[in-house]
């Protein structure tokens, strides 16, 4: 189990940024992959990005694509989210997570391994 640490979150007005970061506690630390979900109320759980840690490639889901951006710094063992025009249907608790096991990209909660605590993005209209 990963010690996931997240940073970031608040309240924006529509069309603005803001940045999340998630840390791993272990200095050990190593993965294929990272990544964020998200849930909003009432909904379930849903995939928003994800990178393969070594080679940088990224993942996103259809409704992010352009406006997100996922990033990582291998040394400081973290993994970000830039989020650009938001919407309130962004409005959602966002999670950082590693995937369940090795080559695994987690693109939907059955690979994921950890999740972080989670933190609030609140978008107003």
């Known amino acids: 189990q990963v010690h996931l640490v997240e940073s970031g979150g608040g309240l924006v007005q529509a069309g603005g940024s803001l940045s999340l970061s998630c840390a791993a506690s272990?200095?050990?630390?190593?993965?294929?992959?990272m990544g964020w979900f998200r849930q909003a109320p009432g909904k379930e759980r849903e995939f928003v990005a994800a990178?393969?840690?070594?080679?940088?490639?990224?993942y996103y889901a259809n409704s992010v694509k352009g406006r997100f951006t996922i990033s990582r710094d291998i040394a400081k063992r973290t993994v970000y989210l830039q989020m650009n025009s938001l919407k309130p249907e962004d409005t959602a608790v966002y999670y950082c997570?590693?995937?369940?096991?090795?080559?695994?990209?987690?693109?939907?909660?059955?690979?994921?391994?950890?999740w972080g605590q989670g933190t609030q993005v609140t978008v107003s209209s």
């Open positions: 272990e200095r050990t630390f190593t993965t294929y992959a």
């Open positions: 997570v590693v995937p369940r096991g090795n080559l695994v990209v987690p693109v939907s909660p059955p690979t994921v391994g950890s």
């Open positions: 990178i393969i840690w070594s080679a940088g490639s990224t």
